[in-house]
């Protein structure tokens, strides 16, 4: 059964760093491009970056651009998100998923709480 496993999320003052872990079990990995998104209370789930298989394409909405850096290690099937300068509006659960389009999405991970306050 394709599972995803988020971690890494948690309460940070504004400036800080996380890094965000999404495990894959239950498929191969290296064949999905990989997406994260984050949702706020009232919001839609909005998608944050995106990797593909091979990691030769890249995506990040515009707001974390310079910020953010997406990454995967295929042996362990795991996809990163390493987050520098956190601002408040990151503030969201950040969820991992096989796609890049929420619409398209067929699996979701349960979500990691990432909190950037003072």
């Known amino acids: 059964q394709l599972q995803f496993v988020e971690s890494g999320g948690g309460l940070v003052q504004p400036g800080g760093s996380l890094t965000l872990s999404c495990t894959a079990s239950?498929?191969?990995?290296?064949?999905?491009?990989i997406g994260w998104f984050r949702q706020v209370p009232g919001k839609e789930r909005e998608g944050v970056s995106c990797?593909?298989?091979?990691?030769?394409?890249?995506y990040y909405t515009t707001s974390v651009k310079g910020r953010f850096t997406i990454s995967r290690d295929n042996t362990k099937s795991t996809v990163y998100l390493q987050m520098n300068s956190l601002e408040p509006e990151d503030t969201g659960i950040y969820y991992c998923?096989?796609?890049?389009?929420?619409?398209?999405?067929?699996?979701w991970g349960q979500g990691t709480q990432v909190t950037v306050s003072s």
């Open positions: 990797i593909s298989g091979d990691s030769a394409g890249t």
């Open positions: 998923a096989d796609g890049c389009y929420a619409a398209t999405v067929d699996h």
């Open positions: 239950g498929f191969t990995l290296d064949h999905y491009s």
